[in-house]
């Protein structure tokens, strides 16, 4: 079983609140990813990582931020949430650029 | 550039029916083809993968082949249970098809097992 962790799982903030929603793994992985799943279920890669130091953005345009300080942890930030963010946040990690991705339980953002 | 269409849902199956998600992609060099399950409230895990022609993938009574004359990777299942209800997403990796290799997937395929 794979050991990638989110938290927070669910959170509730107002406009302008800077937020940071962790994601962790303890499997040694270089590679991670952030997805942003809509209502419609619908998953759009937003940011990606080969490793230390490393930060890619994906095919979705995201006003979100990330860094990769450590392999094992990939945080992403919003400076100023907005309604428009409100949606599911999926991390991931793959050992490698083709290999399985590992997915975390998601956290689910709602902004007021 | 590369791409993945699954069929649309919600599907909505009655308890030991059968189970076909049809799911087609193109791609410019031999992607990695996958199925993922996403479960209420959970993240996406993988179900089964093929890696090359003809080879057949196969977890937990689903089973999916990769089909490079049809570029198909329609999944199957003999006899879905309630506890298969889930959303199902087929997904390519493709090394040469300006992705980076990362995974593509489709808009997932959501399904219902009525008892």
């Known amino acids: 079983e794979a050991d990638i962790y989110q938290t927070p799982r669910y959170l509730v903030i107002g406009t302008g609140k800077k937020i940071t929603l962790e994601c962790s793994q303890t499997?040694?992985?270089?590679?991670m990813y952030w997805y942003q799943q809509d209502p419609g279920m619908e998953l759009h890669l937003i940011h990606y990582s080969y490793g230390v130091n490393s930060t890619e953005k994906g095919d979705l345009s995201s006003e979100s931020t990330v860094s990769r300080i450590r392999t094992e942890h990939f945080p992403l930030t919003l400076e100023s949430a907005r309604p428009s963010h409100t949606s599911q946040y999926l991390c991931?990690?793959?050992?490698?650029?083709?290999?399985?991705?590992?997915f975390g339980p998601g956290t689910r953002l709602l902004v007021l | 550039g590369d791409s993945v269409t699954q069929m649309e849902g919600p599907v909505t199956l009655s308890e030991e029916a059968f189970l076909t998600i049809n799911c087609t992609y193109t791609a410019t060099g031999y992607p990695s083809l996958f199925w993922y399950v996403q479960y209420p409230g959970e993240g996406l895990q993988l179900l089964l993968k093929?890696?090359?022609?003809?080879d057949k993938g196969s977890n937990k009574g689903f089973e999916a082949t990769y089909r490079k004359e049809t570029t198909s990777f329609h999944l199957e299942k003999g006899s879905v249970q309630v506890s298969d209800s889930a959303v199902y997403f087929c997904a390519l990796s493709d090394p040469f098809g300006g992705s980076q290799g990362n995974l593509i997937f489709g808009k997932g395929t959501k399904l219902s097992v009525k008892p």
């Open positions: 093929a890696t090359k022609a003809d």
């Open positions: 991931a990690s793959s050992e490698g650029g083709l290999e399985t991705q590992y």
């Open positions: 499997m040694g992985h270089d590679k």
